[in-house]
């Protein structure tokens, strides 16, 4: 007997690249999850075309059309209940999520950032990994709460840092090596229950998967 596959949102401003790994990922028929809608912040946004290429419908919230953030919010959690989404995945949305979209979507908001987080939070990862000096650069998807890439990390992965890199060189590195790899992976098991937040008082929250899968990702390969 089949079980009903749960219903994801996918929020992007651009390209869509993992957008793109997350609809093939998703494709698969054992997957739990299903791409219910992907939503943009603007028209062009390439990755709309991924969505629909793909048979999935979307959705378009302007800024401009709401007089302030918390109105803009309250329209996309809006457009997402219509879709019956129980979960988000921020895939290169450019705007911090604010408290309605949080209050609607309590610890299953999911985003993945191009740094070894809580390394080089905010815009421009691999630059400031760059700038920085590091040897070892990565990615992180962690649930989203109300700060600046500050939420419970779920998976990690990392790449080598290698010598006459360049900003681009890095972030396609990070992009290919390692965030295609463990955003499908962080979205499987949300969708399957498998995800909790765990809180205690007087500690920061952090993440528990059921039966403790790899949570770390090392590419070594320098492509």
């Not at 401003?13 to 997957?31: F, R, V």
């Not at 129980?86 to 993945?112: E, H, Q, S």
């Not at 229950?193 to 929250?205: D, W």
Request: proline content about 8%; some cysteine; overall charge neutral.
């Amino acid at each position: 007997m089949s079980t009903a596959r749960v219903p994801v949102a996918v929020l992007i401003s651009g390209s869509g690249t993992n957008l793109q790994a997350l609809i093939d990922a998703t494709q698969a028929p054992e997957h739990p999850a299903r791409i219910a809608v992907v939503l943009a912040d603007r028209h062009k946004a390439f990755g709309l075309e991924r969505a629909r290429r793909a048979g999935i419908p979307t959705e378009v919230v302007l800024k401009r059309d709401h007089p302030d953030r918390t109105t803009y919010d309250e329209a996309v959690a809006d457009r997402l209940k219509v879709h019956g989404v129980d979960w988000i995945c921020l895939a290169g949305f450019m705007k911090v999520v604010g408290a309605p979209l949080l209050t609607a979507y309590p610890d299953r908001i999911l985003n993945i950032h191009p740094a070894l987080l809580p390394a080089f939070p905010g815009l421009h990862g691999p630059a400031q990994a760059l700038a920085h000096g590091v040897q070892i650069a990565g990615a992180t998807v962690h649930v989203v709460d109300g700060g600046m890439d500050t939420g419970p990390i779920v998976v990690q992965g990392a790449v080598p840092v290698l010598s006459g890199d360049d900003v681009d060189a890095l972030g396609q590195r990070i992009l290919l090596g390692v965030e295609h790899i463990i955003y499908p992976r962080a979205l499987r098991w949300a969708a399957s229950g498998k995800l909790r937040v765990i809180r205690h008082v007087g500690a920061p929250p952090r993440v528990e998967i059921d039966g403790d899968p790899a949570r770390f990702v090392f590419a070594a390969s320098a492509g």
